[in-house]
T-cell receptor, first 116, second 113 residues
Framework: AQTVTQSQPEMSVQEAETVTLSCTYD???????LFWYKQPPSRQMILVIR??????QNATENRFSVNFQKAAKSFSLKISDSQLGDAAMYFC?????????????FGTGTRLKVLA | DTGVSQDPRHKITKRGQNVTFRCDPI?????LYWYRQTLGQGPEFLTY????????KSRLLSDRFSAERPKGSFSTLEIQRTEQGDSAMYLC???????????FGPGTRLLVL
């Protein structure tokens, strides 16, 4: 069964510092997508970054980058130069369509606190 | 505003009542998804549509839940005979076909008393 595990319920980072959020997943598929979503308090979920499993190059979006280790089934998110507005719940998600069956699975989230 | 919208944003109801939520996706998106999110948890997939066709339903979607997407535009999620365990945030998202990236609405928070 496909699962997504975020082992850090909460993380803290000083403003301007770098933080890494962990995510591991379990799958037998070779072609899938991975995502990091951000959910600020009482606000809607927005996409931070996505990675196609067939791409070896790690995705980057400005201050956000991932470390995608396909063999290890690991997909961590690095936030550089952390800002107060980065404080939110971060969800790792996995998506695959196989034999007509669709799966989109979220982890339980990591709450990121940014300290001024 | 061309994002995903949901209505209502909040709903309080008594146990046993029926409730209906609406989701308006981004206009050019073919796929529409419903999720349930409880406090401290990630979203749990409920169902999704490709245009007007409901292609998959999670086992979380009991017989009391029904979703429709007439004409492949907006979607409704109805919960019949609500129970206290139905209290949650119901999220809608949409995406372009195989693009996989989902764009979420603000959610409807349901409280069943």
């Amino acid at each position: 069964a496909q699962t997504v595990t975020q082992s850090q319920p909460e993380m803290s980072v000083q403003e301007a510092e770098t933080v890494t959020l962990s995510c591991t997943y379990d799958t037998s598929e070779s072609d899938y997508y991975l995502f990091w979503y951000k959910q600020p308090p009482s606000r809607q979920m927005i996409l931070v970054i996505r990675q196609e499993a067939y791409k070896q190059q790690n995705a980057t979006e400005n201050r956000f980058s991932v470390n995608f280790q396909k063999a290890a089934k690991s997909f961590s998110l690095k936030i550089s130069d952390s800002q107060l507005g980065d404080a939110a719940m971060y969800f790792c998600a996995y998506s695959v369509t196989t034999s007509g069956t669709y799966k989109y699975i979220f982890g339980t989230g990591t709450r990121l606190k940014v300290l001024a | 505003d061309t994002g995903v919208s949901q209505d209502p944003r909040h709903k309080i109801t008594k146990r046993g009542q029926n409730v209906t939520f609406r989701c308006d996706p981004i206009s050019e998106h073919n796929r529409l998804y419903w999720y349930r999110q409880t406090l401290g948890q990630g979203p749990e997939f409920l169902t999704y549509f490709q245009n007007e066709a409901q292609l998959e339903k999670s086992r979380l979607l009991s017989d009391r839940f029904s979703a429709e997407r007439p004409k492949g535009s907006f979607s409704t999620l109805e919960i019949q005979r609500t129970e206290q365990g139905d209290s949650a945030m119901y999220l809608c998202a949409s995406s372009l076909d195989r693009a996989e990236t989902q764009y979420f609405g603000p959610g409807t928070r349901l409280l069943v008393l």
